[in-house]
């Protein structure tokens, strides 16, 4: 991939759309969930004509506080998976990703709690609501065990929709690259949905 990628939620559009742009304005992701369903299912797709899936991300359980998210290929070939840390994440974002054999190789945790609550804070205020976007922006660090840092994701100013900037830290190898994508889109659908 050519970094740095871009993340962009539409924020004036019925329903989550989600593009992930390379360095280049190519998009290389596009996600749009299907509205209203018990159990998250995500389709990933090569375009926004959702002609070409890439992949598949589905909970294990009903939605649920610690589930886990699968991912899987076009195919239906298991790739790993994504899990929040249930209490652990309550003050402070935390996600373990494992491969394939269920191994524990990647995690993401947020930079500064603070800048989260005092975003969804102001967020809430009327007419200064409307500027926190440009105020307050969380950052995210995806890092191997060892505490490696491989990526950052860092919220964007913007006021027509939501933008992320995804910078490399590190080599991946192209399953950890794989895998970096699908939880990096995963974490911030399921931290978005939850405010």
């Not at 992930?20 to 749009?32: K, Q």
């Not at 649920?64 to 070939?77: C, E, I, L, Q, V």
């Not at 790993?80 to 190789?105: E, F, P, V």
């Not at 913007?158 to 910078?167: D, R």
């Amino acid at each position: 991939m050519n970094y740095p990628l871009t993340l962009s939620f539409k924020l004036l559009t019925l329903g989550t759309r989600l593009s992930v742009r390379d360095a280049g304005g190519n998009i290389i992701a596009y996600v749009r969930p299907k509205r209203f369903k018990l159990k998250e299912d995500i389709n990933v797709f090569a375009d926004e004509n959702q002609t070409r899936l890439l992949y598949n991300v589905k909970a294990d359980r009903v939605i649920d506080f610690s589930a886990r998210y699968n991912f899987t290929d076009a195919s239906g070939n298991f790739l790993g998976s994504i899990k929040r840390q249930g209490m652990r994440s309550l003050w402070k974002t935390n996600y373990q990703i494992s491969d394939a054999g269920d191994r524990q190789i990647l995690e993401i945790h947020e930079e500064n709690a603070w800048v989260k609550v005092i975003d969804s804070l102001i967020g809430e205020i009327p007419v200064l609501g409307m500027f926190s976007g440009y105020m307050f922006n969380p950052a995210y660090i995806v890092s191997r065990t060892d505490n490696t840092p491989v990526v950052r994701l860092q919220k964007q100013p913007a006021f027509f929709e939501s933008k992320f900037e995804v910078l490399m830290q590190a080599q991946l190898s192209q399953s950890e690259e794989s895998l970096v994508l699908l939880g990096v889109l995963t974490m911030t659908l399921l931290e978005r949905s939850r405010g």
